[in-house]
Nanobody, 122 residues
Framework: QVQVLESGGGLVQPGGSLSLSCAAS????????MGWYRQAPGKGRELVAI???????NYADSVKGRFTISRGNAKNTVYLQMNSLQPEDTAVYYC????????????????WGQGTQVTVSS
């Protein structure tokens, strides 16, 4: 099994910054993609930013130029630096990890964290 644990988040004023961290652990052979998604009240879950094992990134148009995703030296960690936060960024942010398990079958896994609340308000 693979566990994903987020940290960070909280309350920030408009224009402020926050940083989120995520670590995947467990029976992992390799991680192909890690990323962040968010879900605002009454809305569906949407992609925020993802990064693959080669360092390629993809961002939602709404966060380009404001958010930066990066991977730690330990390839099972990912960070999201969020700048110039706006009230519309308020949501629960979820970390996702996808890759191959360490079992003989190298089974695919697609694991999610429990989510962390980000609230942007004055």
């Amino acid at each position: 099994q693979v566990q994903v644990l987020e940290s960070g988040g909280g309350l920030v004023q408009p224009g402020g910054s926050l940083s989120l961290s995520c670590a995947a652990s467990g029976s992992i052979f390799s991680i192909d993609w890690m990323g962040w998604y968010r879900q605002a009240p009454g809305k569906g879950r949407e992609l925020v930013a993802i990064i693959n094992s080669g360092g390629s990134t993809n961002y939602a148009d709404s966060v380009k130029g404001r958010f930066t995703i990066s991977r730690g030296n330990a390839k099972n960690t990912v960070y999201l630096q969020m700048n110039s936060l706006q009230p519309e960024d308020t949501a629960v942010y979820y970390c996702n990890a996808r890759g191959s398990g360490s079992g003989q079958a190298r089974s695919f896994f697609d694991s999610w964290g429990q989510g962390t609340q980000v609230t942007v308000s004055s």
